[in-house]
């Protein structure tokens, strides 16, 4: 009898906001693109930070930066899933600037998902290099879950 009650006490405490969707941002990986748009010569993840290190030193063989977000949610959304990255930049003699690009995202599930947000081309030029960043994901208006950057 005791067993029941503490299963059925558990189920409660467990399904008890299944309505509600559950989330987080668990990894960001920002990655400079070259002129081709590649952030890698090759799949190996030596060679990409070698790589990115080689972008970093040669700022005129870039022309984006590409953000992958892996990310989670636990439950039905109730609204539209949306991964939203916020950067904040400098371009040489310009005040900082401030950039915010939407993802519409569809989720759920037991599965962590992969989103990728590029910024490049003329509005990367305009922006400038990036200095700090945040992640956000978002149900509707609801914030589920955020990752930022040392500066941010």
Not at 136 to 144: D, H, P, Q, S
Request: glycine fraction near 10%; proline fraction near 2%.
């Amino acid at each position: 009898m005791r067993r029941c009650l503490i299963a059925a006490i558990l189920f409660v405490a467990i399904y008890s906001d299944a309505g509600a969707a559950t989330g987080r941002v668990l990894k960001v990986l920002p990655h400079l693109l070259d002129l081709q748009g590649r952030h890698a010569l090759s799949p190996s993840l030596y060679e990409r930070d070698a790589y990115q290190a080689r972008l970093r030193d040669h700022r005129n063989q870039v022309s984006g930066v590409r953000f992958d977000v892996e990310w989670k949610t636990k439950g039905e959304s109730a609204a539209q899933l949306s991964v939203i990255v916020e950067m904040r930049g400098i371009v040489q003699g310009v005040e900082p600037r401030q950039y915010v690009i939407e993802e519409k995202v569809q989720g759920g599930g037991w599965f962590n998902h992969w989103t990728k947000i590029v910024l490049a081309g003329a509005d990367y030029k305009n922006f400038g290099e990036v200095t700090a960043w945040r992640v956000t994901l978002w149900e509707g208006e609801k914030l589920l879950g955020e990752q930022k950057s040392f500066l941010w």
